[in-house]
């Protein structure tokens, strides 16, 4: 099994800036992927960004510019800064993990979501 633990959240004020963490732990294989979603209430879950074990990054249009994601800890730790930032992004932050867990399996995990709240 592997465990996501996410941490960091909370309220800001418009023009500030969080971080949220993530450690993957367990049994861990090789990381393909982490990186964050989000899902206000009454939408969808969307990305927001993800890197991969090649240190590529993807982000959604809504965050370029002021979110960075960065992986550390051999890879199974993602850390997303938050900066400039808006009303609209408030929402829960769930952490994503694809994971192998042997050499040929492989699955997607997910955190419990913490809260981001940004103030006007």
């Known amino acids: 099994q592997v465990h996501l633990v996410e941490s960091g959240g909370g309220l800001v004020q418009a023009g500030g800036s969080l971080g949220l963490s993530c450690v993957a732990s367990?049994?861990?294989?090789?990381?393909?992927?982490m990186g964050w979603y989000r899902q206000a209430p009454g939408k969808q879950r969307e990305l927001v960004a993800t890197?991969?074990?090649?240190?590529?990054?993807e982000y959604s249009d809504s965050v370029k510019g002021r979110f960075t994601i960065s992986r550390m800890n051999a890879g199974n730790t993602v850390y997303l800064q938050m900066n400039s930032l808006k009303p609209e992004d408030t929402a829960v932050y769930h952490c994503?993990?694809?994971?192998?867990?042997?050499?040929?399996?492989?699955?997607?995990?997910w955190g419990q979501g913490t809260q981001v709240t940004v103030s006007s």
């Open positions: 994503n993990a694809k994971i192998y867990t042997t050499p040929r399996d492989w699955d997607d995990y």
């Open positions: 367990g049994s861990i294989f090789r990381s393909i992927a």
């Open positions: 890197t991969n074990a090649g240190g590529g990054t």
